[in-house]
């Protein structure tokens, strides 16, 4: 199968030629040998631009020039030389490894707020909330993960009850969707049912929007979390005890 210019061009840009170097570069391929001026005029660039994009391109040992009559006249190196360059900066990123590991792995602030995207997001959320092994305080939450996802759901709640998590659960379903065995229910009156869903775990609070393509984000923040929990606390003292479904 050919390979097209555009596809040339577009492969030279990701070795690290610019869009102008580019452009010089195959015009010199084509021409074999030209002045600076037939270049612009070949390459649509204006002079100055053109001689700065043969300078980076020389320096690259990308191409070379050779004096005719007092004048400048550049031509492309073989292309076997891109690889050379390829391999050169190759070894130039391997001198500059050791550091940049040490620099990666070196202790760091903590983020304390990660948003997720989609259903595979959610489930690292609940995921999370498995990982944690905590007491998990939720509103908001009508049995949208069941509906959703009834698999994982399952496997949610018989992990809570393998490990004795206790859930509080506030709805503003009269029946809301089995949680697990060792969740406890409340019904609270809300004038509409709302799709956010909110988990109170340890230091972190997990916000869950359950919309047609679910987003979710984690707050691990301690004060924050005891602001949160204090403000259910008040609900579930307002909410009545209910059965599960």
Same mark, same amino acid.
């Given at each position: 199968m050919a390979i097209s210019i555009d596809e040339i061009k577009s492969t030279l840009k990701k070795m690290g030629l610019s869009d102008n170097e580019t452009k010089i570069y195959f015009t010199l391929l084509e021409l074999g040998s030209s002045k600076a001026g037939r270049l612009s005029k070949e390459s649509r660039i204006n002079r100055t631009?053109?001689?700065? $994009? %043969?300078? @980076? %391109? %020389? +320096? =690259? #040992? %990308?191409?070379?020039?050779?004096i005719k009559e007092n004048r400048k006249w550049f031509e492309a190196a073989p292309p076997e030389r891109l690889k050379e360059y390829l391999k050169e900066k190759e070894e130039e990123l391997e001198k500059i490894m050791p550091m940049l590991k040490k620099i990666h792995s070196s202790p760091k602030e903590k983020h304390n707020v990660t948003l997720y995207y989609g259903y595979k997001g959610v489930k690292t959320?609940?995921?999370?909330?498995?990982? +944690?092994g905590k007491d998990n305080d939720v509103f #908001?939450? +009508? #049995? /949208?993960?069941?509906? =959703? @996802?009834?698999?994982?759901? =399952?496997?949610? $709640?018989?992990? /809570?009850d393998k490990n004795k998590i206790r859930t509080r659960l506030l709805s503003g379903l009269k029946t809301p969707e089995a949680y697990s065995k060792g969740t406890t229910y409340r019904y609270l009156p809300l004038p509409t049912l709302s799709p956010v869903a909110t988990n109170i775990y340890g230091n972190k609070i997990a916000i869950i929007i359950w919309t047609d393509t679910p987003e979710a984000i984690i707050i691990e923040n301690k004060a924050a979390a005891e602001s949160y929990r204090n403000y259910f606390e008040f609900l579930w003292k307002s909410a009545k005890p209910i059965k599960k479904s």
């Open positions: 631009t053109t001689y700065d $994009a %043969l300078k @980076r %391109l %020389l +320096e =690259k #040992g %990308l191409i070379n020039y050779v959320v609940f995921m999370n909330i498995i990982r +944690e #908001g939450d +009508e #049995g /949208q993960l069941s509906k =959703k @996802r009834p698999a994982f759901a =399952k496997y949610f $709640a018989n992990w /809570q």
